[in-house]
C-alpha cells in the first residue's frame, strides 16, 4: 500500500469510530470515503446509512449495511466524507468523484459532517484542484461560456473543461455533467460559490464552505484532527 493510501486508510478507520451505535450515518464517496465504509461494516454496529452516490451505496451493502434514501430515515447524525482540497476553515472543494450533488445534500442534512484526507489534500489557498462544477447537460455549451464569464469577474481567466472519461462525457448520478475550472487560486470562495451558483444550467459546485465540522487528515505521524 502506498504511504498516500495509508493515510487514507488512517483517516477512514479513526473516523469510523467516531460512529455510535443506532447512528445514521452519511457516507461519503471516493477511496477515502471507500476506507471509512470499509472499517464502519467491520464494527458490526446497528447503523442506518445514506449514501452520497451509487457507487458508496452498492460497496455499503455489499458489506452489509444498511442503506436508505435521503429523508426517509430520521436526520443523519454524522456524515463522514473525502475531499480533494481542504482549505483554511475547512473549506472545501470536492467533486473529483463527480458525486457532488449528492454529497452536498447528504452533508447539509446532516447534524455533524467530519471531512478525511491524506496530508497532500490540505492547502493556503483553494483553486489548485480543478473546481468541478455540475450542470444540466442541455445548453451545456452555453452554460460553460457562462461560467467562463463568472470566473473572468474574480480574474481567473479560463475556459471550464468537460470531464470526459473513455471519450464520453462523465455523467453525474443525476445524469449531469461536469465542468472543471483549472482556477489556479480562489481568492474569495463565498461570493464565487454564490455567483456560480446563481447561473441558470448550473445545479451545483464543488465549493462546501462552512459544511465541514471536524476533519481528520491522516498524516505520517498518525491522525491529525484539526477544528474550522
Ligand atoms: C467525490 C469526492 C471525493 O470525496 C474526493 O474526490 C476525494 O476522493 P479520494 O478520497 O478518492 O481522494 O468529492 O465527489
Given at each position: 500500500m502506498s504511504d498516500v493510501d495509508a493515510q487514507k486508510r488512517a483517516a477512514g478507520e479513526a473516523a469510523a469510530q467516531l460512529v455510535e451505535d443506532g447512528m445514521v450515518v452519511g457516507l461519503g464517496t471516493?477511496?477515502?470515503?471507500?476506507?471509512?465504509?470499509?472499517?464502519?461494516?467491520?464494527?458490526?454496529?446497528?447503523?442506518t446509512c445514506v449514501a452520497t452516490s451509487?457507487?458508496?451505496?452498492d460497496l455499503a451493502t455489499s458489506l452489509g449495511l444498511t442503506v436508505a434514501e435521503l429523508g426517509e430515515?430520521?436526520?443523519?447524525?454524522?456524515?463522514?466524507?473525502?475531499a480533494d482540497e481542504i482549505g483554511p476553515g475547512l473549506a472545501l472543494i470536492k467533486g473529483g468523484g463527480a458525486a457532488l450533488l449528492r454529497?452536498?445534500?447528504?452533508?447539509?442534512?446532516?447534524?455533524?459532517?467530519?471531512?478525511?484526507?491524506?496530508?497532500?489534500?490540505?492547502?493556503?489557498?483553494?483553486?489548485?484542484?480543478?473546481?468541478?462544477?455540475?450542470?444540466?447537460?442541455?445548453?451545456h455549451k452555453t452554460t460553460a461560456l457562462r461560467i467562463?464569464?463568472?470566473?473572468?469577474?474574480?480574474?481567473?481567466?479560463?475556459?471550464?473543461?468537460?470531464?470526459?472519461?473513455?471519450?464520453a462525457p462523465v455523467r453525474t448520478d443525476g445524469g449531469n455533467l461536469i465542468?472543471?475550472?483549472?482556477?489556479?487560486?480562489?481568492?474569495?470562495?463565498?461570493a464565487l460559490a454564490a455567483a456560480l451558483k446563481s447561473l441558470t444550467g448550473v445545479v451545483e459546485h464543488g465549493l462546501f464552505l462552512d459544511l465541514a465540522d471536524q476533519a481528520l487528515i491522516g498524516t505520517a505521524n498518525g491522525v491529525t484532527t484539526l477544528e474550522p
Open positions: 471516493g477511496s477515502t470515503a471507500a476506507w471509512f465504509v470499509r472499517a464502519l461494516a467491520a464494527r458490526g454496529l446497528n447503523l451509487q457507487a458508496t451505496a430515515t430520521r436526520p443523519i447524525d454524522l456524515t463522514v466524507d473525502g454529497e452536498k445534500l447528504v452533508w447539509e442534512a446532516s447534524h455533524r459532517s467530519v471531512v478525511i484526507a491524506d496530508a497532500a489534500k490540505q492547502v493556503a489557498v483553494l483553486g489548485k484542484f480543478p473546481l468541478p462544477i455540475e450542470v444540466v447537460a442541455f445548453g467562463c464569464d463568472v470566473l473572468s469577474e474574480f480574474e481567473i481567466a479560463m475556459m471550464p473543461r468537460l470531464r470526459v472519461t473513455d471519450g465542468y472543471d475550472a483549472a482556477c489556479g487560486a480562489i481568492v474569495e470562495p463565498a
